[in-house]
């Protein structure tokens, strides 16, 4: 069975710094999804960024970027330049690819979660 | 465009009674999905549905916990008779079948069972 592991359970940065949160996860696929949500005060869930397995380049969005490593199952987010609203619970998710044999699995396998403060 | 629509966004009931929660998911979207987020579990799928037909409900907890979606544009989750450890927030999601397998969550809706 699949499962994703988020190590830090809090961490904090400075508004303007940069910082990275971690992720691993264990799965016999070789084909799947990696996601990074952000869940704020509001606890809107909202999409950060998205990683396609079979894409070797790590995808970006603005402030936000990925290191992922398949062959050590490591999917980081590292955020540039903090702002104050970034503070929210992060949280990283794995989904095996949705076409692949029991083919309509779109289930979401969740880490427990990163507290983030960006600190003024 | 809107985003899936949850109702209502916060219920408080008493134990025993049922507690009906709705969800509007995004328009063309395929799959619909129910979530409970607790402190203690975290973030757990409940059920979900693919074109109006529920696909997978491995995780609904208990027979007290019902799911249905009668049509592409409204589901609901039921849970009769309600119990104090349901409290939760419970999240509806959406998303397209094909070339996009990212969910869009609702508000949710926070329970409380007193």
């Known amino acids: 069975a699949q499962t994703v592991t988020q190590s830090q359970p809090e961490m904090s940065v400075q508004e303007a710094e940069t910082v990275t949160l971690s992720c691993t996860y264990d799965t016999s696929e070789s084909n799947y999804y990696l996601f990074w949500y952000k869940q704020p005060p509001s606890r809107q869930m909202i999409l950060v960024i998205r990683q396609e397995a079979y894409k070797q380049q790590n995808a970006t969005e603005n402030r936000f970027s990925v290191n992922f490593q398949k062959a050590a199952k490591s999917f980081s987010l590292k955020i540039s330049d903090s702002q104050l609203g970034d503070t929210a619970m992060y949280f990283c998710a794995f989904m095996k690819h949705p076409w692949m044999p029991a083919g309509n699995n779109r289930k979401l396998i969740w880490g427990l979660g990163t507290s983030l403060a960006v600190n003024p | 465009d809107a985003g899936v629509i949850q109702s209502p966004r916060h219920e408080v009931t008493e134990m025993g009674q049922e507690v009906t929660l709705r969800c509007k998911p995004i328009?063309?979207?395929?799959?619909l999905f129910w979530y409970r987020q607790t402190m203690m579990r975290g973030l757990e799928l409940l059920i979900y549905?693919?074109?109006?037909?529920?696909?997978?409900d491995s995780g609904m907890p208990e027979d007290r916990f019902s799911a249905k979606m009668p049509n592409a544009s409204f589901s609901t989750l039921k849970i009769q008779p309600s119990e104090p450890r349901d409290s939760a927030v419970y999240f509806c999601?959406?998303?397209?079948?094909?070339?996009?397998?990212?969910?869009?969550f609702g508000p949710g809706t926070r329970l409380l069972v007193l």
């Open positions: 999601a959406s998303s397209l079948r094909q070339g996009q397998e990212t969910q869009y």
């Open positions: 549905f693919n074109n109006n037909v529920p696909i997978d």
């Open positions: 328009s063309g979207h395929d799959y």
